[in-house]
Nanobody, 115 residues
């Protein structure tokens, strides 16, 4: 059974930092593209950051220079360091694992940026 479990969300002030973690199980982790998506209230779910099986990273323009995605293959973990957070970063953040037609999602973790 595939499981993606996110953690690390919460309330943070503008300009602050958070680190999100995603623990994967039930998949050949090293073969998957791992991504972080986010969905703000009333908006579509969009990719914020992704890392391929080969380690190539990709970021949405809105988070470039502020967010960093990384992974630990041995631990089957993917991380996202978020710095210089803005109120518009408020959203539910989802971990995603994708390979071919296989597409798995975590349950999401809430990040709220507010003073």
């Amino acid at each position: 059974q595939v499981q993606l479990v996110e953690s690390g969300g919460g309330l943070v002030q503008p300009g602050g930092s958070l680190r999100l973690s995603c623990a994967a199980s039930g998949i050949a982790f090293s073969l998957y593209r791992m991504g972080w998506y986010r969905q703000a209230p009333g908006k579509q779910r969009n990719m914020a950051a992704a890392i391929t099986s080969g380690g190539t990273t990709n970021y949405a323009d809105s988070v470039k220079g502020r967010f960093t995605i990384s992974k630990d293959i041995a631990k089957k973990m993917v991380y996202r360091q978020m710095n210089s957070l803005k109120p518009e970063d408020t959203a539910v953040y989802y971990c995603n694992a994708r390979k071919g037609d296989a597409d798995y999602w975590g349950q999401g973790t809430q990040v709220t940026v507010s003073s």
